[in-house]
Each structure stands twice: as structure tokens, then as C-alpha cells.
């Protein structure tokens, strides 16, 4: 056992530094920095540069075009991107569809596919949740009826995040209604050009427009953007969501979440001294920090059985648990730094990127919407009370 | 709506209070202010001394030889007595079986039975738990099996408190095996002293014996003893369980418990100083004492609502669910207060008067072994899990 | 990086496992327990054996060159049967603070039979007034010939009835609270003047109050530099505190299996409890805290050995107050979950919920060591 780096690794992560700072562009790097909000083109700017070097699909195994990295070269190459303010990955195309389509599809819809996602020239968006079937997602009702070599897809899909951006859509669709819920599901790949496809923006509670409804009225679809086999799609969505929980605890990003609160913290004033002075509030960031650090081991435990052959289990569910609880309370103490000055609502600011002057400090009118915001974190990919539900069943036989 | 007092609501303030400096035996107080186990002369001889003022019975009606106090002098009352470090009134008689008596009881019964309970000459104890009927206590098997003007009464019943001091027992047993499980439950009353009752004790983690197995095995019990209908058992049961709740909220008691918590925090050395020099301590306490408040206003709104005629409902519960938290809570913060010294085990300074020196302060000894035992608080009187349970129910209609 | 057992530590942990499994099954426990000393010299032989008192000391020292990972690796097992031995004041703290402070005669005196299983010790630093403070100490050393005279009172002193030295933290110069004029002495545990009160402790080890009248020593028992000790009691503490946090990690696995069994098979309403979901959740809550439990000893015993002594000292806080936090949860929910069984003495669940509750307690409880590692992390 041992923590330090060997100097094989120690040289991958100076080369993962010097190639996020030679290829994230500045204004992504301010933009990630200041909390900002990211448009469409940030994230590709850079998500192109990565995938130019080979790095987007990090998480990939080499005979597709990923770059084979040890759970320790993943490690590094996540908190180096994090330390450094690059943007996240966008997963609907790396983490998810990828994967679904390298385990599940055929050489044709490798060939025709994971190009163009290795290299982030097409943006992928998800097409799950549906408003009768939230935490219950085997209730689905969106149907695909075979007409030939098409289907014929009718429904509607909701919490659909950046569809308005996205290129094609991966959908649970119902192809038999009469069998078991998740007997009759497949896993359908859709153009969003396609005529049919409506895409309505859902406002959320701080403002922002990140989320929509996407309607499907008589959308066809041919036959071979099916992945798997027919009323078998319930089998990728499974895998999905297990590769998916790994990534979503999102350590590096509260890492660097945890560091920027001690700056807003060192800024803040209270009582004549900086805030992080003030012994209650500073040990509410050290239990903070504490539990990142807790996540951050569990984290690397996984990765280290991964490393000696095994897979995740169900268990990685409690990361998703713990990470999204940790992201929220980022969040919370970063709004109570503020203080009142939390309370002035700036959209322009916020979503336009105006050249109008901030009221309080740059970071503060940020505060608030990223709290309100941030509550979805325990809300998507499956609740935390589906998480434990998981659990309960999988891991402790309840 | 009035917070501040009457006169004459001051003036019965201070009879309460000079009549517990009159009777109540300062080993009793010093026990009730250092945490240590009373033994059953503390009860009995505080308790009798109450019964000939009149006062045991304080909850029960004037024509059944209670008080008839208003709520405001209930709660007078109560809080005096906890500030003058009385022992809690012993429930069993004075505020399960009694009520239960005078409501569904018989003339003879009530005859036979209040007089006893209001002088505490008798000491009652409960017979409704059972090894298979804990949280689901209509499941509960001990039977009674009428055999001319008797019944003979066979089974456990365990978790009984203060059983080893109990003249008679309440039971609940089974006199109809076909009913459905609420219906075939009746209200027995027991002497202890019959032949085939049996009394073993369950030793707690803390080393205390308070509860205890009831074994019965062919007990003759006569028929003029059930109180009710045959069959109408439940009835009473919910009755005593709803009149049961408001009190075990245990509001008067936890007030004493912050300011003996208090108290020690200024006793206990930190640094040069005390620990309530250390405001990360003295916070908990603040919010531990606002918590008490604001159940103890919540309290106070129920009895408002009885003090113009209604009844208390299920939301009773949520009285329960809280104080039992927070006596919880004050037993924690209480050890927490002592430190490394609440590690020394020391059964003599517990349990009898000994004239050992205690290791530590003199309110050390108790602190881990209270902590220990208060946590049956959540559990007995119905779990927190039943209480929310019936909320969720009952007032939410979920 | 690499985060996985050597072949060799496997070993160790099955050994452990197996030990635990043998010696320790619930009424076992409480027969040892009920002994005079409180524990077993048998299985101190045993352990001697096996190799598990030399195995975190180097080799110049005489043991097996191992480290903390080999502490953590049995304490774990120690925790899942709340092992009675005292291995923590004897091994982790007498021995650990002889093989950093000690000459090679006394390395030779004490720890070298130490190792063989033929000396035990115990730590005297807690006194009333100190509370978690290790400088708050104001038992007495002074000058007397070449040696030196010791008075006053030591408090919750483990393993000290069965001890054969006890390490007592003396104040020898500085004023009150201050690290510096601090010195460890080695005291014959038979010295004349050294008068002991011995009690059972809530969670059935074994401790004693010790008062020092006119104790007499030579100027070979001092343990390291006169008035530097603090900087070897801090840092032994600290070692003292992980290894407690891998025991601790071991009785959160026990008490949540043992919850678990009980909630799949105490039926309720004619299902068993565990199939209730607030029952599930709760449970999940346990499995995830004791997770992170083992995550957090992990990281501190990985880093334990770090040269900077503020990387160890948040290493060591930062676990401290995971295990308290989590042992807390642990403890409590399957209390709650057991129902009245759960406060009864004869159920397993209430004697790990005690030993939980008093690791918690000691050198340091959450709130203690939360305000240690902000101090430390806030200032960097």
C-alpha cells in the first residue's frame, strides 16, 4: 500500500498540467474560475482539444479509442483538470452512450459513432425521465412502433439537461406495452433533427435555462439506430446508470469547490476580520473539507479494486449518495459567506454575461442561484432515495 | 393569547414550591441533580406525600378525586417540581391505569382501584409488550381463557418497568383467538402476589435493572377484574397510549436538564478556564435549549386547544418523536461535558448510597451510563418509527 | 499509488480474523472480561507468537519492519471482537514512544521483552483539569540528586494495574498549559510511593487513577529530552488515535452486520423489520457511514508517517472526527433499530455501542478534533 505517486505517474500528471495549460482556453479557464456560467462553444473548445489528444474518453478501454488509463492516471488526470478550472465533461456521450454503444452495439454503430464522440463533434443528449416516470423510470410510456425498417416514436421526455444543444438524443422508448415494465423497454439512438421533435425549455428556480421537455410526435426512426436487441434496452440502461454513479461524486470538482469557498471565506469581513477567522464558520469548512477527503478515499478505494481486476459494485452508489450531499453543502456555506449579499438577483450577470457591475463582490450574486440550483444534485440520475433503495436491495439483501 | 401569569396563578406557584422543599428528602433531590438511580423509596415515600395533598392524581378530574386544575396549573406544576428536583410521578397508576379506570371502569372498579392509585399506596406496572409484539403490539399472544367466574391467564409480557416494586399489573391479553388481531384483546387487571406470576429482570446496558420478563403461567385472575368489555381491550389501550404521549414529552424535565448541562459546563475545566468558556460548546447547548423551548411551546398550544374543550390529537406524537430526541441529546451533551472522565465505570455511585469518593467530579458517574440508557426513550411509549408513522397517517393522510 | 494489501497483509488480516473468530465469540468475551486482570495472558502470548507486538517496529528496534498499515490491519479485527488485550497502551503508545524517544538501553530494557510479550505498559498524561489538552499537565518533576522526584495525579490511566512501567508525562519547567518543559519519565509500576485506584471502565477495560507522592527515579528513566516531550506525546497520540480509528472501524462493521441479521429476522406486522424502508434507509445510512469510517482510516494511516508533522496531525483529526461522527451513528441507529433489545445487556449491539461511544471520548472527541484540523487546515 502506498499513496505516493510512482515516477511514471508523478511525469503523466506534469504532462496532464502542461496540456491543460496550453489548451484550455482563458476565457473557459475565467469563466470555471468565477463560477460562471459555460455556453455551448466553451465546452466544446475544449472537449475538442482533449479529444484531439486522445483524452476525452478517458475513461475508455484502449481497443475503442480510449487511452487506457490506470485507475491512478484517471485519478490524476481528473483532479489535475479540476485544479486547473477546466470545465467538466459533458458525459451524455462520453460516460454514457459511449459505453452503452461499445458494450451493446453493433461494429456498424461503433464505426458510425464513437468517432465522433471520442473527438466531441457531436453533442449527445439523454432521454429518460418522462413526467409520469421520475424515480420509477420502467414506467415509461414514450412508444416506438415498428413500421417497416422505421420506428414510429410518439411521447414525451422530460429533465432533459442541454437538449437545446444536442446534436442526437439516446431514449428509453416502450416497444411492447403488454409485457413487464422493464421487459418492453428499448434503447433507441434519435437525430434531434428529425421532424417531430419539439424541444420546450424548463425554467428553473435560479433562472437558468439548462433543462427542457422534448416532445416526440410520429418521429421516425430506422430500425438500425436500435442498440441491443428489441424490449432488451432495460439491460443498458442498468449498465448505464452503474457507470454513470462512479464519475458523478464529482471529488476533484468539490475539492475545487472546497478551495474556492476558503478564498470567498479569506474575502469575506466579520466582525473586522476575515470570515475564515471566525472559529464556527471555519470548522464548518473543515467538516466539509473532511468529508470530501472521506469520499475521496472511498473513491480510491474502488479504483484501487478496479486496478486488481474487479468491477464496482452497487455499492459505489453510496459515492453518488455522499458526493451529491457534499456538492449542495458547497453551495449552502458558499451562500452563508456571502451573507446579504446573496440576496441581490442579477440575471444579466448571471446568464447574459453583461457588462453590468456586480453589486457586492464578483462571486456574490452567484451564491444564491447556485444553491437553489445545486438541490437537483441529490434529485438526478436516480434520487438518493432510489440510491439507497439500490443499496438496500443489492448490497445488504433487504 | 397571554404568556405572563395571574397572581393567583403566582401564588399557586409558590405553594407548589414551598410544598416540595417541605417534602421532598434532599437524597432524593440530589439524586434527581446528579443523575443517579432513585430507588423505590424515593418514589414511594415523595409519591404518598403528594397523594395526601391531593396532588398524585394532578391530570385527573374533581369528581373523581383529582384537583381539577386548568392547564395553566398543570403545567405550574409540573415545572415547579422539576425545578425543585422532584422525581418523575411514576405513570403506571396516576396516568395509564387510573384514567383507563375512570373512564371505562364500573362503579365497584372505581371504588375498589382510584383510592389506591391516588394515594399511591398501590404501585402499579404495564403488561403490554410481549417477545413478539414490541412496535406491533396488537400481534400480542398472552391468553385468557374464561373458566367460570375466572379467567387463567397464560404468557409473557416483557419490558415491564418497575415490575419487582408492582403491587398489580395492566394487562393486555388475548380472549379471542379467531378475531382479527385488535379485536380479541382485553384489559385485565393482576395482582402480583397470585400464584403463577413470575418476575425475572433484563439487566441494561448501563447495568440498571429497571425492566423486567412477566411470566405468567396459570393464573387465576376473577373475572370482576377486566376492565371494559371482553373483546373491547383496544379501545382502552388507544386511549391510554393518546392520554400517554403528551406527557412523556418530558418538557420539565429537559428545561432542568439544559440548566443542570449548564451548570456543569461552568464546573468543568478546559484549557485554564471551563468549558463554557468554549463557545463551540456553549452553541450546542443554545440550541439544544431552543429546541426545548420551542417543544415546550408546541406543548403548550395542545394544552391551549384542551384548555377550551378539544381533545389532543395524533399530532401528540410529534411531542413524543421530539422530546424523546432531545432528552437523547442532553444526555450526550451531558457526558460530552465530562470528557475522558465519563470513561470510569462506577456501579456503587449509580445504584447505591455509598460512601466511595467518586472517580472524577461527582456528576461524572452517571453521564456515559445515562447517555447509555436514555436512548430506550425513542424507543419505548411506541418507537419514533410508530409515532411518525401515525403522523404520516392520521394527520397527513399519507 | 497503490491501495491494496500486500500478500503478506492479507496473511496478517486472516490471522487476525482467525484470532477474533477462536478466542473472541460473544461469551467468551464476557468470561474474560469478568477475570481479575481483564485479560488473557494467553493470548498476550499468543499475540507475542504471532509476532503482532514487534510487527510495526523497525528492524534495528527488534521488530518485523512493518508500519501503520500492519496496526491498522489488526486493530480492525480487534474492534470486530472487542479484543480485551492491552495492545494500544502496551504496543502503540508505550512501545511506539520508546522506539521514537528512547536510548538503546532503554530500547533494550523495555522494548526488546516488550516485543516478546514480557513487559507491558501504560500512558499517564490525563489529569482532572486537562481535558483533551496533552499540555495541560501539572504533575510535578523535580530535581532530586541525579534523579528526580515526582508528585501529583494522573487520571483514566488504561491498562495501569497490569502494567510493568507506567510512561508518565511530567511537568519539569514552563508554566501551565505550555508544550514546552515537559519530560516523560518511566516509573516501576511497584515504585514506592505510587499508590493506584483501579476501576472497570463503561466499555470493560481496565483503568486506573494513579497519585504520585515523593515518587523517586534515577535520571536514566527519562524518556527522550528533559522539558521536549511534547512534540513524541503529540505525535504517539496521534498514532494512538488512528489505530483507535481502525478499531473503531471494526466494531462498525460488527454492530451493522449484527443490525442487519436482526432486522432480516425479527418480524413485525407479520414481515420482517428490515423490510420497511425507513428501516433500509437507515441501514444504508450505516453502511455508508462506516464506508467512509474505513476510507478515513485508511487516508490517516497512509499518512501517519508523513515527515510534516501538520499533514499528520490533520491526518489524525481529520479521522478522529469521521470515526466519532460515524461511530455515532452507527451506534445509535442500531440501538434504535434492535428496539429495547438494543439497550440490554446481553445483547452484543449495546457493547459495541459502549465501545464506540468511548473511542469517541478519547484524546480528543469530534468537536475536539474538528477545531484541531480547522486550526490546521485553515491556517495553510
Excluded at chain 1, 454575461?353 to 453589486?359: D, I, K, L, Q
Excluded at chain 2, 475545566?269 to 450546542?284: C, E, I, N, S, Y
Excluded at chain 3, 511530567?170 to 518543559?181: I, M, V, W
Aim: aromatic share 8%; net charge neutral.
Amino acid at each position: 500500500m502506498d499513496l505516493a505517486f510512482t515516477p511514471e505517474e508523478q511525469k503523466f500528471a506534469d504532462e496532464v498540467r502542461a496540456f491543460v495549460r496550453a489548451n484550455l482556453p482563458a476565457d473557459v479557464r475565467d469563466k470555471v474560475k468565477n463560477g460562471k456560467h459555460l455556453i455551448r462553444d466553451d465546452y466544446m473548445r475544449w472537449q475538442q482539444a482533449l479529444g484531439k489528444k486522445g483524452w476525452l474518453v478517458y475513461t475508455w478501454p484502449k481497443k475503442h479509442g480510449g487511452p487506457g488509463f490506470t485507475p491512478a492516471q484517471r485519478y490524476i488526470f481528473e483532479n489535475i483538470c479540476a485544479e486547473e478550472y477546466a470545465p467538466g465533461i459533458i458525459p451524455f456521450g462520453t460516460k454514457m452512450v459511449g459505453p452503452v454503444i461499445y458494450t451493446f452495439g453493433t461494429e456498424a454503430q461503433k464505426e458510425k459513432y464513437l468517432p465522433a464522440i471520442r473527438e466531441s463533434t457531436v453533442w449527445w443528449c439523454q432521454g429518460y425521465s418522462e413526467p409520469g416516470s421520475g424515480s420509477d423510470l420502467a414506467s415509461l410510456r414514450t412508444k416506438a412502433e415498428k413500421d417497416g425498417d422505421h420506428y414510429i416514436v410518439n411521447g414525451s421526455k422530460t429533465w432533459n439537461t442541454m437538449g437545446h444543444w444536442a446534436d442526437w438524443i439516446f431514449c428509453l422508448v416502450r416497444t411492447d406495452s403488454k409485457a413487464k415494465p422493464q421487459e418492453g423497454i428499448s434503447f433507441l439512438l434519435i437525430d434531434m433533427k428529425t421532424p417531430g421533435i419539439t424541444v420546450k425549455p424548463i425554467i428553473m428556480a435560479d433562472g437558468g435555462h439548462e433543462v427542457n421537455e422534448v416532445f416526440f410526435d410520429n418521429v421516425k426512426v430506422p430500425v438500425e439506430n436500435l442498440v441491443g436487441k428489441e424490449n432488451e434496452g432495460w439491460t443498458c440502461a442498468k449498465f448505464l446508470l452503474a457507470n454513470e454513479r462512479l464519475g458523478i461524486a464529482a471529488v476533484p470538482q468539490s475539492k475545487r469547490g472546497v478551495e474556492a469557498l476558503k478564498d470567498i471565506a479569506r474575502a469575506e469581513q466579520d466582525d473586522g476580520k476575515p470570515l475564515i477567522e471566525n472559529q464556527s464558520f471555519a470548522e464548518k469548512i473543515a467538516d466539509l473539507e473532511i468529508q470530501v477527503t472521506a469520499l475521496e478515499f472511498t473513491e480510491l478505494r474502488v479504483l484501487s479494486q478496479m486496478a486488481h481486476g474487479g468491477q464496482p459494485g452497487p455499492e459505489v452508489s453510496g459515492l453518488k449518495i455522499r458526493g451529491s450531499e457534499i456538492q449542495q453543502r458547497i453551495t449552502e456555506l458558499t451562500m452563508e459567506a456571502v451573507g446579504e449579499y446573496a440576496a441581490p438577483y442579477l440575471p444579466g450577470l448571471l446568464w447574459q454575461g453583461t457588462n453590468e457591475a456586480p453589486v457586492g463582490p464578483e462571486y456574490a450574486h452567484l451564491a444564491a442561484p447556485r444553491y437553489f440550483n445545486t438541490r437537483k444534485t441529490t434529485i438526478y440520475g436516480g434520487s438518493n432515495e432510489i440510491q439507497k433503495g439500490i443499496i438496500s436491495k443489492m448490497v445488504l439483501g433487504l | 393569547m397571554d404568556l405572563s401569569l395571574k397572581p393567583e396563578h403566582k401564588a399557586f406557584a409558590d405553594e407548589v414550591r414551598a410544598f416540595a422543599r417541605e417534602n421532598l428528602s434532599p437524597a432524593t433531590r440530589e439524586k434527581t441533580f446528579s443523575g443517579k438511580h432513585y430507588d423505590r423509596d424515593d418514589h414511594m415515600v415523595w409519591q404518598k406525600a403528594l397523594g395526601k395533598k391531593g396532588w398524585l392524581a394532578y391530570t385527573w378530574p374533581k369528581k373523581y378525586g383529582g384537583p381539577g386544575w386548568d392547564v395553566t396549573q398543570r403545567f405550574l406544576f409540573e415545572n415547579v417540581l422539576a425545578e425543585e428536583g422532584a422525581p418523575r410521578i411514576l405513570p403506571f397508576g396516576p396516568k395509564m391505569v387510573g384514567p383507563v379506570i375512570y373512564t371505562f371502569g364500573t362503579e365497584a372498579q372505581k371504588e375498589r382501584f382510584l383510592p389506591g392509585i391516588r394515594s399511591s399506596e398501590v404501585s402499579w406496572c404495564q403488561g403490554y409488550s410481549e417477545p413478539g409484539a414490541g412496535s406491533d403490539l396488537a400481534n400480542l399472544r398472552t391468553r385468557a381463557v374464561r373458566e367460570g367466574d375466572h379467567y387463567i391467564v397464560n404468557g409473557q409480557k416483557t419490558w415491564t418497568s418497575f415490575a419487582h416494586w408492582g403491587d398489580w399489573i395492566f394487562c393486555l391479553v388475548r380472549t379471542n383467538m379467531d378475531a382479527k388481531p385488535q379485536e380479541g384483546i382485553s384489559f385485565l387487571l393482576i395482582d402480583m402476589k397470585t400464584p403463577g406470576v413470575t418476575v425475572r429482570p433484563i439487566i441494561m446496558t448501563d447495568g440498571a435493572h429497571h425492566v423486567n420478563d412477566v411470566f405468567l403461567d396459570n393464573v387465576k385472575v376473577p373475572v370482576e377484574n377486566l376492565i371494559g368489555k371482553e373483546n373491547e381491550g383496544w379501545t382502552c389501550a388507544k386511549f391510554l397510549l393518546a392520554n400517554e404521549r403528551l406527557g412523556i414529552a418530558e418538557v420539565p424535565s429537559s428545561k432542568r436538564g439544559v440548566s443542570v448541562l449548564r451548570k456543569i459546563a461552568r464546573i468543568e475545566p478546559q484549557d485554564g478556564g471551563t468549558l463554557a468558556d468554549d463557545p463551540a460548546f456553549t452553541a450546542q447547548i443554545a440550541d439544544i435549549d431552543l429546541q426545548v423551548q420551542a417543544l415546550e411551546m408546541s406543548e403548550l398550544r395542545v394544552l391551549s386547544t384542551m384548555a377550551q374543550g378539544g381533545a389532543p390529537g395524533p399530532e401528540v406524537s410529534t411531542l413524543k418523536v421530539r422530546g424523546s430526541e432531545i432528552q437523547q441529546r442532553i444526555a450526550e451533551l451531558t457526558m460530552e461535558a465530562v470528557g475522558e472522565y465519563a470513561q470510569p465505570y462506577q456501579p456503587g455511585m449509580l445504584f447505591h448510597d455509598t460512601n466511595e469518593t467518586p472517580i472524577g467530579p461527582d456528576h461524572a458517574p452517571p453521564a456515559a451510563p445515562r447517555y447509555f440508557n436514555m436512548r430506550k426513550t425513542s424507543i419505548y411509549g411506541g418507537s419514533t418509527e410508530i409515532q411518525k408513522n401515525i403522523v404520516s397517517k392520521m394527520v397527513l393522510g399519507l | 499509488m497503490d491501495l491494496s494489501l500486500s500478500d503478506e497483509q492479507k496473511q496478517l488480516q486472516e490471522a487476525a480474523e482467525r484470532f477474533v473468530r477462536d478466542k473472541y465469540a460473544f461469551d467468551a468475551r464476557r468470561k474474560i472480561a469478568a477475570t481479575e486482570r481483564g485479560w488473557l495472558p494467553e493470548n498476550w502470548a499468543q499475540f507475542a507468537e504471532l509476532g503482532w507486538l514487534g510487527m510495526a517496529f523497525s528492524e534495528e528496534d527488534g521488530g518485523y519492519g512493518g508500519g501503520p498499515i500492519e496496526t491498522m490491519i489488526v486493530m480492525e479485527q480487534f474492534g470486530k471482537g472487542l479484543v480485551l488485550e492491552p495492545f494500544l497502551p502496551t504496543v502503540v503508545l508505550g512501545g511506539g514512544m520508546i522506539a521514537r524517544a528512547g536510548s538503546a538501553a532503554q530500547k533494550e530494557a523495555l522494548l526488546a521483552p516488550m516485543i516478546e510479550g514480557k513487559k507491558q505498559f501504560a500512558f499517564a498524561w490525563l489529569e482532572r483539569q486537562s481535558r483533551y489538552n496533552l499540555a495541560d499537565v501539572s504533575l510535578k518533576a523535580t530535581k532530586e540528586g541525579t534523579g528526580w522526584s515526582l508528585s501529583g495525579h494522573k487520571g483514566v490511566v488504561y491498562n495501569a494495574a497490569s502494567a510493568d512501567e507506567i510512561i508518565v508525562l511530567a511537568r519539569t519547567g514552563g508554566s501551565a498549559r505550555e508544550p514546552k518543559g515537559l519530560t516523560l519519565f518511566v516509573v516501576d509500576a511497584k515504585a514506592k510511593g505510587l499508590s493506584r485506584r483501579d476501576y472497570p471502565t463503561q466499555d470493560a477495560l481496565r483503568a486506573s487513577e494513579l497519585t504520585f507522592d515523593k515518587v523517586s527515579v534515577g535520571a536514566d528513566a527519562v524518556l527522550g529530552k528533559v522539558d521536549e516531550a511534547f512534540p513524541v506525546v503529540e505525535e504517539a497520540v496521534d498514532r494512538a488515535i488512528v489505530a483507535l480509528c481502525a478499531e473503531a472501524t471494526g466494531c462498525m462493521d460488527a454492530i451493522n452486520a449484527g443490525t442487519l441479521e436482526y432486522i432480516k429476522t425479527r418480524k413485525q406486522f407479520g414481515v420482517p423489520i428490515g423490510k420497511f424502508q425507513v428501516l433500509q434507509h437507515r441501514m444504508v445510512d450505516c453502511f455508508t457511514n462506516a464506508q467512509e469510517a474505513r476510507s478515513m482510516t485508511l487516508m490517516a494511516s497512509l499518512k501517519i508517517d508523513d515527515k510534516d508533522p501538520t499533514v499528520r496531525a490533520k491526518a489524525a483529526s481529520g479521522a478522529k472526527v469521521q470515526i466519532g461522527k460515524s461511530g455515532k451513528f452507527c451506534g445509535q441507529s442500531a440501538v434504535q433499530m434492535h428496539g429495547g433489545m438494543g439497550v440490554t445487556d446481553e445483547m452484543a449491539v449495546s457493547h459495541y455501542f459502549k465501545r464506540l461511544t468511548m473511542i469517541d471520548l478519547m484524546f480528543g472527541n469530534q468537536q475536539h478534533h474538528l477545531t484541531r484540523y480547522s486550526n490546521l487546515a485553515m491556517a495553510a
